[in-house]
Structure formats: C-alpha cells, structure tokens
C-alpha cells in the first residue's frame, strides 16, 4: 500500500524535518526536560554524528555507494568497523541526532520524533535497501544479518 515511499524521501531530509518539529513542539513545554540533562543531549547528538561519518568512512574506504537511492549500484558489503556492530550506521546516527535534540531543547516530546525518524527508516529506507542486498550479496548478506542487528549490536560478532 505505502510502496511507493520506499526510497523517496532523503534520509537527510526526514532527519532534517524531525529536527525541526523537535524544536518547533519544544516552545510549547508539553513534556520539559530538566536543564541539566541538556549537555547530555549534546554528547548523544555528537556521538550520533560520530557514528554516522564512521559508516560514511567505511562506504568510502571500501569504495562502494553512499548515495541511499543508488543501492543496486553497491560494488562491496562492508562488513568491518563500525558494520560491525551496526548494520545502519548512518541511520543510527540521525536517530541518535533527534533523542540528543530532545535534550538539547529540553522537551521529551522529541523522543516521539525520534522515534518516528527511527520507524520511517526502518520501513521506508532500510528494508528496501536490504531487499536490493539479498539480491546483490545473497548468502553473504543473509550470514551478515545473522551476525549484525540491524540498529544496535553490543559486541562485534565479525
């Protein structure tokens, strides 16, 4: 029903709005987040950062795509580094971006966004992306999605 979403709107962008909506609802003071908990916000939204250019650099050092609409144009399945411990680790990191911004603007409703960040990449980016990869990379593929959660594995099993 909702196929054609898949692969339309840029990560970028859905990360971007989620942003914004975050700091938009946070005026309203719905669900405040005590002030302290506010550099908290900025450690999780740099270290989402730091997980994102971690899996930029990977695609990079592997010489594959990091374009999300080009995915059948994927020359190598890395599988090391940070993919070790995530299979998404560009995602990760715009979610962990949105719950930071909730911290930062001190307002819990940005948990929400963050988790609809979360929800429509799952459905709209990463599970078409994974499509195209059982096609590309088959078995070795299947034994990485064995190995790596798809958000968050505590110990590399590579």
Not at 65 to 86: D, K
Not at 94 to 121: E, K, N, Q
Request: proline share 6%.
């Amino acid at each position: 029903m909702l196929k054609h979403l898949e692969l339309k709107v840029p990560p970028v962008v859905v990360f971007l709005l989620a942003l914004i909506a975050t700091w938009f609802v946070s005026d309203f003071g719905w669900l405040p987040l005590p002030y302290p908990l506010r550099p908290l916000g900025f450690v999780i939204f740099v270290a989402g950062g730091i997980v994102g250019i971690a899996g930029v650099v990977a695609f990079r050092k592997h010489r594959t795509t990091v374009n999300p609409h080009s995915i059948q144009n994927a020359s190598n399945l890395v599988s090391s580094g940070i993919f070790a411990y995530t299979r998404n680790p560009m995602y990760l990191g715009l979610v962990m971006g949105v719950a930071g911004s909730a911290f930062i603007f001190r307002d819990a409703s940005g948990f929400v966004f963050a988790l609809a960040t979360l929800l429509y990449l799952q459905r709209f980016q990463i599970q078409p992306e994974e499509r195209m990869m059982h096609t590309l990379f088959g078995d070795e593929f299947a034994a990485y999605c064995t190995r790596v959660n798809r958000w968050l594995s505590l110990s590399a099993n590579d």
